[in-house]
């Protein structure tokens, strides 16, 4: 039996969601690690190449710079992170198995 990517790329992402969801409102509004970004992008980037139809409409990559990069954080925080993730979900539930 071979599990659809689709599934994988949600179960990635309601992880995710819900580790966010259970931080505080203080916590979510610092930056987020610069490796969770990286992994995000890469995340997103894997959806991009296996749903073309949705690469248009996905976020962009998150960046990091200045001050954020020397501390190894990226330019978004929590919040902004589930947000996309969310929009993430939205648009993969849109494409058909």
Excluded: C, W
């Excluded at 990559?61 to 929009?87: H, W």
């Amino acid at each position: 039996m071979s599990i659809d990517k689709k599934d994988i790329f949600i179960v990635k992402l309601k992880s995710i969601k819900s580790t966010i969801e259970k931080a505080s409102d203080t916590q979510k509004k610092e930056n987020i690690a610069m490796h969770l970004g990286e992994g995000f992008n890469s995340l997103i980037s894997e959806i991009g190449q296996v749903y073309p139809d949705i690469k248009e409409s996905l976020p962009k990559p998150f960046t990091a710079s200045g001050p954020l990069q020397r501390l190894k954080k990226m330019d978004v925080n929590y919040l902004d992170l589930e947000i996309t993730t969310e929009t993430v979900m939205s648009l993969l539930n849109l494409v058909e198995n």
